[in-house]
């Protein structure tokens, strides 16, 4: 009751029987460790570069839908594997794909209240993924580490300069975390140097609990592409069955480093079979289904919206343009203008 008196002894009491209680419940869980606490969870939409500045129209539909966070894309090219080169805030560049455009995004968001993740990725020419880049010598891997440091670290830079609140150190890179750890390591300590907000890494579905560096980051991050259903129109129930062994392994992974996991990436095309590969992203000529999409949007924030070790995600993806977007039927994985951005827009005013 307000503003009834408790005597200092009774309240010395409660408290320490609250704070047993506090033990007793870490014993059971193996350690407090073991259970990382996320009071807030991040809302956040993946913004796709354009090639103009950023102005208010293209701000306002982030707001109504209610996301706190939008991740801001820088991108650096390599031609091939047979020249291990990074290019990267070239003029050629569309606008907000390089250092000016990435900062006029972010100041531009602030503005507006919105909070931001930094999150550099790499495009590798004649459609390589990024995961299986491999580099044919020792002299090749440091060479590209050269122009890859550069890279990150000017956006890391960028970050601090423009108060960015996360930046990620890089996006689906396996093969390059697993052959190069001593370059990690390193890299992670000299961003540690000129960042000082919170760090992740952005891992593929497949390969997130293989990474090692966990430990040197604050979120264990995942593009979290994971299949959860064969069905043409899955159930939410469905996908949230098939959801189980991966969320098993998250909670896992969480436990061992005590680092809340971040989904980088999630999302899903409002297609056919949607929840059966929803990595793929190549376009095709297959009908609208909306109620797949929302139907699998439903299930993950079901899963893991009210988990206290989860942080939240960012989904993929979200044009500036928004007027432009939602008046084009396509069955790609933006929710602008169908069903599924409701189901955003009441989980994310939800938390």
Not at 92 to 105: F, I, L, P, S, T
Not at 153 to 158: D, G, H, P, S, T
Not at 191 to 200: A, D, S
Request: hydrophobic letters at 40%; proline letters at 5%; charged letters at 25%.
């Amino acid at each position: 009751m307000k503003g009834a008196f408790i005597s200092p002894i009774f309240r010395g009491m409660k408290y320490t029987y609250s704070f047993l209680l506090l033990v007793i419940g870490c014993l059971a869980l193996g350690g407090c460790s073991a259970t990382p606490y996320v009071s807030q969870k991040i809302d956040g939409v993946s913004f796709v570069a354009s090639g103009d500045t950023l102005v208010q129209k293209d701000i306002n539909p982030v707001l109504r839908v209610g996301a706190s966070h939008v991740a801001i894309m820088p991108f650096g090219f390599v031609r091939d594997l047979d020249n291990p080169q990074l290019y990267f805030n070239a003029e050629r560049q569309w606008y907000g794909e390089r250092y000016e455009g990435a900062k006029q995004y972010i100041e531009a968001l602030h503005q507006s209240g919105i909070k931001v993740m930094v999150k550099p990725h790499i495009w590798i020419g004649r459609g390589t993924f990024t995961g299986d880049m491999q580099m044919k010598s020792d002299a090749d891997w440091v060479a590209f580490e050269k122009s890859y440091r550069e890279f990150i670290l000017l956006y890391a830079k960028l970050a601090q300069e423009t108060g960015a609140e996360l930046f990620c150190i890089g996006t689906e890179l396996y093969n390059f975390v697993n052959e190069r750890p001593d370059f990690w390591n390193s890299l992670i300590a000299e961003v540690r140097e000129v960042y000082t907000g919170k760090l992740t890494y952005a891992e593929n579905w497949d390969k997130v609990d293989k990474v090692n560096f966990w430990s040197q980051l604050d979120y264990i991050g995942a593009d979290a592409y994971y299949p959860v259903s064969e069905a043409e129109t899955p159930t939410i129930a469905e996908a949230k069955a098939g959801w189980q062994p991966h969320k098993k392994m998250f909670v896992a992974l969480s436990r061992k480093y005590n680092k809340p996991v971040l989904f980088t990436e999630f999302g899903y095309r409002s297609a056919d079979f949607a929840g059966k590969e929803p990595w793929v992203s190549d376009r095709h000529d297959g009908k609208m289904n909306a109620e797949a999409q929302v139907n699998l949007f439903e299930a993950l924030f079901e899963e893991f919206w009210n988990e206290p070790w989860f942080a939240g995600g960012f989904v993929w993806k979200w044009f500036p343009n928004h007027e432009r977007t939602i008046s084009q039927e396509n069955n790609r994985f933006t929710p602008q203008g169908k069903p599924a951005e409701e189901v955003l827009k009441k989980w994310f005013e939800k938390t």
